[in-house]
């Protein structure tokens, strides 16, 4: 039986990748071709093929050559738990790439709506969008929200003009009466402006609204997130509310 051999020509032709690729290869131990003339030509077997595929497949993955290097040598190598890292990662940086195009295309809907670059409302869509890559976020947001829900947030964020400090003052003055009944004029009528607060923020989704409030009462909130947020006043101005409606 004749055994197929290509010289370096050839089998890169085969395997999709150029003589100086095969080198470099060779010179770095990573795919040794099957044998070498007295003249040093390369000649690759069937072997060889199945090798260089597999080393295209991982690096279009995003391993380096070190990295598949040690895949390829190291039987003990867990290549699952490699590969579950490697999958992290690229995720990682998919999250990136659709959270940039996010911000140019709202930067060109603000131009549009405005004739005008808003650098101001851009870094707090900026900062919506890098609570979906920062750690402390992460497993929260993808317990709680969908993709489009985070980018609602942007959006209201960009609508939404000097209420920096809406939250935060809300939650001060309510913390002053927490001392009254719910029920008492003042509660009351703190319980309408966080109301009318809530209402013109989430304007365009009752649903998300709803979500937030939720969440705000049960003390999933993490730190910073919201200023001023503490879920003890949440849990009053919510008796309050409830009061309000009942009313």
């Known amino acids: 039986m004749n055994i197929k051999y290509w010289t370096i020509k050839e089998f ?19 795919l040794i071709p ?4 007295t003249a040093g030509y390369r000649y690759y077997s069937n072997d060889d ?7 295209s497949i991982l690096k279009y993955i995003g391993f380096n050559l070190t990295q598949i290097k040690s895949i390829r040598t190291n039987d003990k190598l ?4 490699y590969l579950n890292l490697q999958m992290n990662a690229l995720r990682d940086n998919q999250l990136k790439i659709d959270n940039g195009l996010m911000l140019i295309q709202q930067t060109i809907d603000l131009y549009h709506n405005n004739n005008e670059v808003e650098w101001q409302a851009i870094a707090k869509i900026l900062k919506v969008l890098k609570m979906k890559e920062n750690n402390t976020y992460k497993e929260w947001i993808q317990r709680n ?22 939250w935060f003052t809300l939650f001060t003055e309510a ?38 409030w939720e969440l705000m009462k049960s003390g999933d909130i993490p730190e910073g997130t919201i200023p001023g947020y503490e879920q003890s006043i949440v849990l009053f101005m919510n008796t309050a509310i409830e009061i309000m409606y009942s009313k």
């Open 12 to 30: 890169g032709k085969i395997a999709g990748v150029t003589v100086r690729t095969l080198q470099y290869y060779d010179e770095q131990g990573l």
């Open 34 to 37: 099957h044998h070498k003339t």
């Open 49 to 55: 093929l199945q090798t260089i595929q597999q080393i």
């Open 78 to 81: 867990d290549l699952v738990s």
């Open 145 to 166: 929200f969908s993709n489009s829900e985070v980018n609602l947030f942007a959006e209201m964020v960009a609508s939404q003009k000097g209420q920096d400090d809406g």
């Open 175 to 212: 913390k002053k009466l927490m001392n009254l009944d719910p029920s008492a004029p003042p509660v009351q009528t703190m319980a309408k402006q966080w109301m009318d607060v809530a209402n013109q923020q989430y304007q365009t989704s009752d649903a998300l609204k709803i979500k937030m």
